[in-house]
């Protein structure tokens, strides 16, 4: 069971936008710590895709946006495309595990 | 271009030690701020960061794993080296190593590069 928790699943047809939450605890994003989000597409390494909650590193298209709110964070995809079929997951630090933790993944699936 | 890539053996036996290389390119581990980390995904499963090394050759480890874990760099050779003792069939996974963007703290970093990842059984 991961400290920060995501839904196992999120859909949306091509063109709609979609949300994947990331809940944590005081421990962790309530505390301040930053929110990092990435992505990992069937069968390779994860990429990162936003940092420090609201970042994109470059490459990375402005359909993606992160957002950070008490002990929550959350990812936007807008225009949904064919290609963002991926598995998505936030990662943060607890104070408790003194270390860098990740959320459980949410599959994406383009209807 | 930052590049990592992980090797070492495919198949271990339950109770031996693992030992996994990072090699990299395009970054200088004596560099300020710069880490390289360990992370592992089991089949189906999510991400489970392992291990940190910094620049200053100061370390983290995950809390549960502490015992089993060392982390080493050799500068000259652009190598960061993980071992994992007495593996257990729980352990297998695909291992990652990553590097972490300079210039944030511990408590914020973020792996920006990752290497391919290398699947590592345990079994007897």
């Known amino acids: 069971q991961s400290v920060l928790t995501q839904p196992p699943s999120v859909s949306g047809a091509p063109g709609q936008r979609v949300t994947i939450s990331c809940t944590g605890s005081i421990s962790n994003i309530g505390a301040n710590y930053d929110v990092h989000w990435y992505q990992q597409l069937p069968g390779t390494a994860p990429t990162l895709l936003i940092y420090a909650n609201n970042n994109r590193p470059s490459g990375v298209p402005d359909r993606f946006s992160g957002s950070k709110s008490g002990a929550s964070a959350s990812l936007a995809v807008t225009g949904l495309q064919a290609e963002d079929e991926a598995t998505y997951y936030c990662?943060?630090?607890?104070?408790?595990?003194?270390?860098?933790?990740f959320g459980g993944g949410t599959k994406l699936t383009v209807l | 271009q930052i590049t990592l890539k992980e090797s070492g053996p495919t198949l271990v036996k339950p109770t031996q030690t693992l030992t996994l290389t990072c090699t990299f390119s395009g970054f200088s581990l004596s560099t300020n701020e710069v880490a390289v980390g360990w992370i592992r995904q089991s089949p189906g499963k999510a991400l489970e960061w392992l291990a940190l090394i910094y620049w200053d050759d100061n370390k983290r480890y995950r809390p549960s794993l502490k015992s089993r874990l060392t982390i080493t760099k050799d500068t000259s050779k652009n190598h960061v080296v993980l071992t994992m003792t007495n593996m257990d069939p729980v352990d297998t996974a695909t291992y990652y190593c990553a590097h972490t963007a300079p210039g944030y703290s511990y408590g914020n970093l973020h792996f920006d590069y990752w290497g391919q990842g290398t699947l590592v059984t345990v079994s007897s």
């Open positions: 990662q943060s630090y607890d104070s408790r595990l003194s270390g860098s933790v």
